[in-house]
């Protein structure tokens, strides 16, 4: 069993519609990192976070501690947004990173 | 934007080769990273530097080599590449401090 848990594995919505994707974390974190990677392959690091909650755009990251558990949320889903959504705990430094297998997103017109 | 950069991001070689994976930054981050992925799979470190004549192997057990002999680059090399090393490696490093990473484009490799 992954120390990341990740779900759904695949999601597809329609345009504007509100999407949450759940990471699950059975280590002690410092932070919690959640990654975009788009099909050319290259991630973009979209949210940092040990605690409380980050946003960014249409781009919402939670993070629960003490349920070990954190929720990316992406308001109004645009085409573009389709993708795979990386969740990676960090017990230390970036070197002690352990990632999530990914969900990946479709968003249809 | 990041600036950190991953080249080539295609190579396909015959078995035996020897390959070199370049990544350059331009961030001055001491701490960079190596991973390799499969198609479907998640990232897993295989080599790490926290700067300059500094570097550890990774989680992952890796036939590969890197060096650090500048802050702003560290490449990795297969002396001898094998169909077994056929695989996405992506380079990484992080700002001091905040820990926040960036990725570079990553470098598909296909050995035949």
């Known amino acids: 069993k992954n120390e990341v848990e990740q779900s759904p594995q695949n999601l597809t919505a329609q345009e504007g519609e509100f999407i949450t994707i759940n990471c699950s974390y059975s280590v002690g974190i410092s932070a919690l990192h959640w990654l975009q990677q788009h099909p050319g392959g290259g991630i973009v690091s979209l949210f940092m976070?040990?605690?409380g909650k980050k946003k960014h755009g249409r781009l919402i990251a939670t993070i629960n501690i003490q349920e070990k558990h954190s929720s990316l949320h992406i308001t109004a889903s645009h085409p573009r947004d389709s993708a795979v959504y990386i969740c990676?705990?960090?017990?230390?430094?970036?070197?002690?990173?352990?990632f999530g297998t990914g969900t990946r997103l479709q968003v249809t017109l | 934007e990041a600036d950190i950069y991953q080249t080539p991001r295609y190579l396909v070689i015959g078995t035996g080769k020897k390959i070199t994976l370049e990544c350059s930054q331009t961030m001055g981050h001491d701490k960079m990273y190596w991973y390799q992925q499969d198609p479907g799979m998640e990232l897993h470190l295989i080599h790490y530097s926290y700067g300059v004549n500094s570097t550890e192997k990774g989680d992952l057990s890796s036939e590969s080599t890197v060096s650090r002999i500048r802050t702003e680059h560290f490449p990795l090399t297969l002396e001898s590449a094998r169909p077994s090393h056929t695989s996405q490696y992506l380079c990484a490093s992080s700002r001091q401090g905040t820990g926040e990473l960036f990725f570079g484009e990553g470098s598909r490799l296909t050995v035949l």
């Open positions: 976070l040990s605690s």
């Open positions: 990676a705990a960090s017990t230390g430094t970036a070197s002690k990173l352990t």
